[in-house]
């Protein structure tokens, strides 16, 4: 039987040739990432959209191994984030990644641990997230045609409550339109795309701009926070405030 | 003949199923941590338990190159670090390998160079050890379950007198009872697990760590003395006192 | 047919033959620096000259993934940047390998985009480029004998207008004839060679050379700027003025 | 004809089977340095001793590319450097690996170009050479037996005269006798061993070392030339003097 088309709007049930082909290309983009070291230790979890309505994702158990990560790995989980079937346990992030699906229409969510995302998240958390501008990598981002786009990169604190999680991912979705992407603080990055293509190159975009970053403050040697010309960190708490 | 199942309290004498499966991970392993340079030039030892009583432990030989490390190369040792058989020369850490396996009922004890770990251990040597808190990824050190956890990892004087270390590793694993591994000073990382995966795992959560606290301080570029408010390095001797 | 041998100055038609062994060449390049980090998320383009007069160029197209570049997303382009045949879109820098491939006369263009010399550009912009002398590596730049040469990395301002980019790319391969490169500030580095074994040599070094100098500068702690006694930054505008 | 077993005092004419099997051991080690960026852009040259008496080398040509290093890439040369027969042309630095194979009895000699020695190189250059000390990877030299062995690896004023920098290179090898390297300014690392496992494994942990040190000062955040206590650069001048 050959493979289905790829049908997000169907009223059908799940699809098992869909689910097995995004399954796959989620391993495969989580192998890569583990061999970046952005998914060490079991980090990172990767989701993409099997139907739209009603909404059910492909996403990763939790606690794998990414070195190895196949797609008999992955879980199909429902619009509350509860897998079909009696398939094991999604990872514990499935509610942010239902979140983010649905407020940017997304049809894949990607969650990355780098270093560099997470010594940022923790050195810029006072200030709320990390502008970045002035890089022709910009321009691989969906919609912007120009390196003087200003892309502004939420920082969240981190939370092991997820339904509190989930309603400040949505918060800041909301106040963020324009926004690629987020941080949580000492956790790592959340990004997305149409399809799992254009989610893993917002991966490697913002994961380049990151390092950038933070080797450009490293090789200035100034402390990160007196940079930005704000004395009072006590008064700029991380959001949500 | 299957592969006997793994039987980590059997009173049999050693099963060499059991021992070449274990010898098999490890290799695996020790070729991945040299991919990464975390075991360049021979360094870097790995061990698992093949039986708990009386004590039997699969461990790499000495002066082994990681590159090309097979199930060949690995010994098995008695609970005095004797090699079984004829078979060559244990690792010169044998013993402490040993003592974490008593001490924290490890099933495996893997230990890596990398240059972030070889640099911090030195370079926090006078505080006696290294805290790390508020990351997510301390989540997948075995029962954690919050980036609000505080792990410790003490630093130990290097010693080429394995009495003496082993005596002073037994000691900081009785202090520090929570502690998921420590680091000898410019010499690298020990950590443990019940198993090889979880041992793995440990290793590489720790390796992220001490390189996002490494490229932390390299970035606020401030002596790391400094940071912790002791202006008297000579009153805080490297643990032990 | 065995493959007929590469004639640059040839007037005949487009060769199949040429133009594939370039185009299978590229693409190994392409995805040699994507495992470097020096083309993710579909940034670099790379072209190879077909035929010298009149000058055809093969090329990516726009926006191809290089972690998987194939020698089947390149297109030959003419003098003017215009595709040959319905092949679809080439990258948009492509007026830019070709003011290159003319005025210096070269076979093969290469654009990459690293952290260092993403980083670098911006921090040098001030200074209007980047000299290079005392390391053994600038031998390997064609024509250079000995440690001692001075290379000039000039740095250009960037501009989402390729005719514009185009006529200054042009101005600086006049005002620096003996350059074997230059950076587009906040986006990479572009190079070029004889041909691609030249070319890619040339991205090599280059590409070490300036993450030496990087960490130099973020070794010895000292704002860039500073380094070269120029306190009036104002004055020093990026070029061209 | 089964492969002749090594024998370096040998007064027999040059082996065939010898020269290949060393050949093919360093294509492999040349391939490995590239991977890890130590051996860009054509850089970095290998040898090992054919015969003793009288000397003959297996040699890198001059200008290969080391991705993608064969064992047809290596030339046999005699005592002076010359190729025997018409194979085309060694390494410019053939001298120097004939002076150290001769003063260390040396059966491999291998030379690198990593970003930390070339940085280093240049950092230290003023205080003659680099200390290490302090640490277990030390033990991997062939000969130290703990950690608080001094390494010190003498720092060569870099020349295009290679007779004179032949003689430079002697004089440092007779000054220095139980050093396991050194750094020619700007250009890289030499080291060597009594056979290629053991030469390379000094090239990992020398390289290893190097970045620890090139780290530790970045993150420390001091100018390299205070730590030292030398505030007179100017009398402090690179060997030789």
């Known amino acids: 039987m050959p493979k289905p088309p790829r049908n997000r709007r169907s009223n059908q049930s799940p699809d098992a040739g869909v689910f097995d082909g995004l399954a796959a ?17 079991t980090s990172g979890n990767f989701s993409a959209v099997v139907e739209r309505e009603p909404l059910r994702l492909a996403i990763t158990a939790s606690g794998v191994d990414k070195s190895s990560l196949t797609a008999g790995q992955f879980l199909q989980i429902n619009h509350e984030g509860k897998p079909l079937g009696s398939q094991g346990k999604p990872s514990a992030e499935a509610l942010l990644h239902i979140s983010i699906a649905r407020a940017r229409r997304a049809g894949a969510v990607l969650h990355t641990h780098s270093v560099w995302s997470t010594l940022l998240s923790q050195t810029f958390a006072a200030e709320g997230g990390i502008e970045l501008t002035g890089y022709e990598m910009l321009k691989g981002l969906e919609g912007v045609s120009t390196h003087e786009h200003r892309e502004w990169l939420p920082i969240l604190e981190n939370s092991q ?28 990055l959340y990004t997305w795309g149409r399809d799992l293509a254009e989610a893993r ?22 402390p990160f926070g007196r940079r930005r010309g704000r004395p009072d960190l006590e008064a700029a708490k991380p959001w949500p405030r």
Request: aromatic share 8%; hydrophobic share 40%.
């Open 161 to 188: 409550d997820m339904r509190q999680l989930g309603g400040w991912v949505e918060a800041v979705l909301n106040r963020h339109p324009r926004s690629h992407g987020f941080l949580l603080r000492g956790h790592g």
């Open 25 to 41: 290309g989620l391993a495969e983009a989580g192998r890569a990432f583990y061999s970046r070291g952005w998914a060490l230790g």
């Open 201 to 222: 190159r917002h991966v490697e975009i913002l994961e380049f701009l990151l390092e950038v970053l933070g080797r450009t403050h490293t090789a200035e040697a100034r």
